[in-house]
């Protein structure tokens, strides 16, 4: 109903705004069907009372016979409102649901900017007011730490800060992938991994990646050069460089005065206006002085400034440049190690052109990482930005074998951060502090930075107490 009501909007600007078409990279899944304790297609009215860490409400229903509370999804909704909903599925667990009618509306709920939300699957937060997205975003990263880090919720409440949002909220997205087939070009349906919904236009990304999204749009559709597969179309904008579509252009960014030059293809923030700030953060949790570290006023030695920074998985550059760069941190040595020939290639020519003589950059395999460092460990800090899958356990092993002092975990996926975590504090390293970044305004992703240190004595540092997890009725519930 919701995704209804917004298409007969979009339908008066976009005529095909909304068109959905099988799409061929998913294959559609039957789901098990499980009449109990639902009949498919149902309407039931619920309270929502908590979001789940992928961005769903949480409703819970009293079932017939002494049968217990049962838990019911839906997408869309917020918490505090009571919805009438429809039935598509009952789980071994919980059912799902799509909202019908919003009864009693939450007072933090506002119109979506974009005409196609609740059917195009891009977006998950453009009802929420921003505040009240940044507040969820901050639960869910702990809610993340307690139910796979296994830690301690007063703990937990030490550590998470509030998340750090993003100076603006829509037209911030600086690379977009449309997925094109069938006659449609566009994005993943919410409620539908095998259909694409054709979107003519995104409310994240930039206004000149929506001018190129019409001309790309005309190129495939209006041509009749429509692929038989799906295939996925590349449109990056800097300003510099205009929106660019080959994967294999060199584009050049610029984050706080530094010039990055890298493949347009290749992996790189897309939230430009909150980069900087995130950038600062990481440079100041692994070189300025740490939490617990002011020493000197108790009697305590103050510890020795951190004289090296390693750059683990430095793609083109961004850490380890920045930080020897740097006006404000005085660092002796900086070191960017990664797995890819090209980029480290790139990184290097991107020291060269800034001028930058006291960094280096290495190529190594990620069996054999820190073999080539020529400082221990006690005198470093290390910057981790890994893909989304986390890090491997032979990176984790040298890791932990190297021992930097400090070690600042940038993730843009919390729950394999938080697994990751796990090794890192049973090794000996203490978790002092954990940051949310939004740079993805109206979306469930978050970025966060998690900030770990080895103490200075040696000795085996105060851990976080862990709990044993039960089998919960419902995962991911906060």
Not at 23 to 52: C, E, K, N, W, Y
Not at 76 to 95: A, C, L
Not at 224 to 238: F, I, K, Q
Request: charged share 20%; net charge negative; with cysteine.
């Amino acid at each position: 109903m919701l995704a209804t009501l917004l298409l007969c909007g979009a339908a008066a600007r976009y005529p095909e705004a909304g068109r959905m078409v099988p799409f061929g990279m998913a294959a559609a899944r039957s789901p098990i069907v499980r009449p109990q304790p639902f009949a498919h297609g149902a309407i039931i009215s619920l309270a929502i009372d908590a979001m789940t860490s992928t961005g769903d409400g949480v409703g819970r229903v009293v079932l017939p016979d002494d049968g217990g509370l049962w838990v019911v999804m839906v997408p869309f909704v917020m918490p505090g409102e009571r919805v009438r909903v429809k039935v598509i599925q009952n789980h071994k667990r919980h059912s799902s649901a799509r909202v019908v009618e919003i009864l009693e509306p939450s007072p933090d709920r506002q119109q979506p900017a974009c005409l196609l939300f609740g059917l195009c699957g891009g977006c998950t937060y453009q009802h929420a007011r921003y505040a009240t997205q940044l507040s969820w975003k901050a639960a869910q990263v702990a809610n993340i730490l307690e139910r796979i880090g296994r830690l301690e919720p007063a703990f937990i409440e030490t550590v998470v800060q509030p998340t750090i949002g993003s100076p603006k909220q829509l037209a911030y997205r600086s690379k977009l992938t449309p997925h094109v087939h069938g006659g449609a070009m566009g994005f993943v349906a919410s409620e539908d991994p095998a259909m694409l919904v054709d979107v003519p236009r995104c409310e994240l990304a930039t206004e000149p990646i929506n001018d190129a999204l019409v001309e790309e749009r005309g190129h495939y559709l209006s041509s009749g050069n429509v692929p038989s597969l799906a295939d996925t179309l590349l449109l990056r904008h800097t300003d510099r460089d205009g929106v660019v579509t080959d994967p294999s252009t060199p584009i050049t960014e610029q984050v706080n005065g530094l010039k990055l030059t890298f493949s347009a293809g290749d992996f790189f923030q897309n939230n430009l206006f909150l980069l900087p700030a995130l950038v600062d953060y990481v440079l100041e949790q692994a070189l300025g002085a740490a939490l617990g570290e002011s020493g000197g006023t108790d009697g305590s030695p103050t510890p020795s400034p951190i004289e090296n920074l390693i750059d683990a998985y430095c793609g083109s550059g961004l850490f380890a440049l920045s930080a020897a760069a740097s006006p404000r941190h005085s660092v002796r040595s900086v070191v960017g190690v990664e797995v890819m020939e090209s980029a480290v290639e790139a990184a290097r020519k991107n020291a060269e052109a800034n001028g930058l003589t006291n960094v280096r950059f290495l190529a190594a395999s990620a069996e054999r990482i820190f073999e080539e460092l020529l400082f221990d460990g006690r005198d470093a800090a290390l910057i981790i930005d890994p893909p989304r899958k986390g890090c491997g356990t032979a990176f984790l092993s040298q890791l932990v074998r190297f021992a930097p002092r400090r070690l600042v975990y940038v993730s843009c996926s919390p729950d394999t951060m938080a697994r990751d975590l796990i090794e890192l504090l049973g090794a000996g390293y203490s978790l002092r502090r954990c940051q949310p970044f939004d740079m993805f305004p109206q979306t469930r992703h978050i970025e966060c930075v998690a900030t770990l240190e080895w103490p200075e004595s040696g000795s085996p540092p105060e851990r976080p107490r862990t709990r044993r997890i039960e089998s919960l009725n419902v995962p991911n519930v906060r």
